[in-house]
């Protein structure tokens, strides 16, 4: 779970969007009130904190919640208009993990929540299986050591199989886990991906297993 304190509506929606499209539940606020009374009921893994906000500025809400023993723990991503090396180092300084600047790419964005996630969630950096090393940090795949050239979901899809061996996806997950979304049972969208992605693994390909009338998973042998 993300929450987001942020009160441009604007900027809030477009976060909002980019986590939710990631299939990353998260929860939006204006206020620091509002804020303070979703805590009570229910702590987040991250919260995206802007800096410039009525009545409390981040910086503030930052040290209270890191000094509430059950508050502390929650990784917060600054992200605010003040770029200036002073504000960036008191924002690492009161115990933020990491700091963006507004103007910001959502692209970047996402890829540092989902490092923060990494983190939190004790995932490993680099998986690597028989021939295979799948770099996330480098964002590469590497067969008997020669680099692989994958889009970005067929990335994502082979990480997917990589960190679930031998567990059985049918369509739907998959779709939901990678899209975010259901492209529908007609679609030929996930077929289209399993099949470049076996041809660019080569030999390592056969991995991918076809489950028919389900969907796919991926076997060891």
Not at 55 to 69: A, V, W
Not at 98 to 116: H, N, Q, T
Not at 199 to 218: A, E, N, P, S, V
């Amino acid at each position: 779970m993300v929450y987001v304190l942020e009160d441009d509506k604007a900027i809030l929606d477009i976060v909002l969007y980019a986590l939710k499209s990631q299939n990353i539940e998260a929860k939006g606020f204006s206020e620091f009130t509002q804020l303070e009374s979703a805590l009570k009921d229910s702590i987040p893994q991250i919260l995206v904190l802007d800096c410039l906000l009525p009545g409390m500025n981040g910086f503030e809400i930052l040290q209270r919640i890191k000094s509430n023993p059950n508050t502390q723990k929650i990784s917060v991503l600054m992200l605010t208009a003040l770029d200036s090396e002073i504000d960036k180092v008191k924002g690492l300084d009161y115990g933020a993990d990491d700091y963006m600047s507004k103007p910001f790419g959502v692209m970047e964005f996402l890829a540092r929540i989902r490092a923060i996630l990494r983190r939190k969630n004790g995932d490993k950096d680099e998986i690597v299986f028989k021939n295979c090393t799948y770099s996330i940090t480098n964002h590469q795949v590497k067969i008997n050591n020669k680099p692989i050239p994958l889009t970005l979901k067929e990335f994502e899809l082979l990480g997917l199989f990589l960190k679930n061996q031998e567990r059985a996806f049918n369509r739907e997950e998959i779709l939901e886990a990678l899209w975010g979304y259901d492209y529908g049972t007609h679609s030929r969208t996930l077929d289209i991906h399993i099949k470049t992605l076996r041809q660019k693994l080569g030999d390592f390909g056969h991995h991918i297993q076809t489950i028919r009338g389900m969907g796919y998973k991926f076997s060891k042998d």
